[in-house]
């Protein structure tokens, strides 16, 4: 079983739609980030949470530390929404106490139809 | 800098060669993470530095391959005798960690494209 699972792992939505993207992990964590990756590959941090929720425009972030437990929620989706998705964990490494791997999720993969 | 810079942005070599991949972090970012990206495949974590800290360095998938960084400055991620399941993309991220369980966000490159003939 992955660390860190993300589901779906594709999903089509149509314009306006609201679409969630969930995220479960199974190791303690000191932070969860989720990530976007557009065609061509590069990567732009969207949020990073310890607790809570944030909301940044359209976008909403929600983790549940006791359910071990993320949802990425974007309202109002849009065709320049479409890109893949990763949850990341840092996690409390193996050689030392403060070192944090840093484990993915394999992505959720947004097409929004216009 | 202004991001997160690395190169070269495009590799191509041969079998067996070495290669050197560097990564500029942003200035004053305790924290930097290397990991690749194989084709149509998710991120693999390789190693992590965390400033003078011993690094974990347990993604590294074998011995060939190795890192270095010098305090908060530039690392570099070596890969000796390539070989052809070595060809991903090595992506470096940064962040300023101040101290547990405070982290920070993370800054990506926009990767080095490697390819092993």
């Known amino acids: 079983k992955n660390e860190v699972e993300q589901s779906p792992q594709n999903l089509t939505a149509q314009e306006g739609e609201f679409i969630t993207i969930n995220c479960s992990y199974s190791v303690g964590i000191s932070a969860l980030h989720w990530l976007q990756q557009h065609p061509g590959g590069g990567i732009v941090s969207l949020f990073m949470l310890s607790s809570g929720k944030k909301k940044h425009g359209r976008l909403i972030a929600t983790i549940n530390i006791q359910e071990k437990h993320s949802s990425l929620h974007i309202t109002a989706s849009h065709p320049r929404d479409s890109a893949v998705y990763i949850c990341?964990?840092?996690?409390?490494?193996?050689?030392?106490?403060?070192?944090?791997?840093?484990?993915f999720g394999s992505g959720t993969q947004l097409t929004v139809l216009p | 800098g202004a991001g997160v810079s690395q190169s070269p942005s495009n590799k191509v070599t041969e079998k067996g060669k070495d290669v050197e991949l560097r990564c500029d972090p942003i200035s004053g970012h305790t924290a930097l993470y290397w990991y690749r990206q194989r084709l149509g495949q998710g991120l693999e974590f390789l190693i992590y530095?965390?400033?003078?800290?011993?690094?974990?360095k347990s993604g590294l998938p074998s011995d060939r391959f190795s890192a270095e960084r010098t305090g908060e400055s530039v690392s570099t991620l070596t890969i000796q005798r390539t070989q052809q399941e070595d060809s991903a993309v090595y992506l470096c991220a940064s962040a300023h960690y101040t101290s547990y369980p405070n982290t920070g966000e993370l800054f990506f490159g926009e990767g080095s494209r490697l390819t092993v003939l």
């Open positions: 990341a964990v840092t996690t409390r490494g193996i050689s030392s106490g403060s070192a944090r791997q840093l484990t």
């Open positions: 530095f965390q400033g003078n800290s011993a690094p974990d």
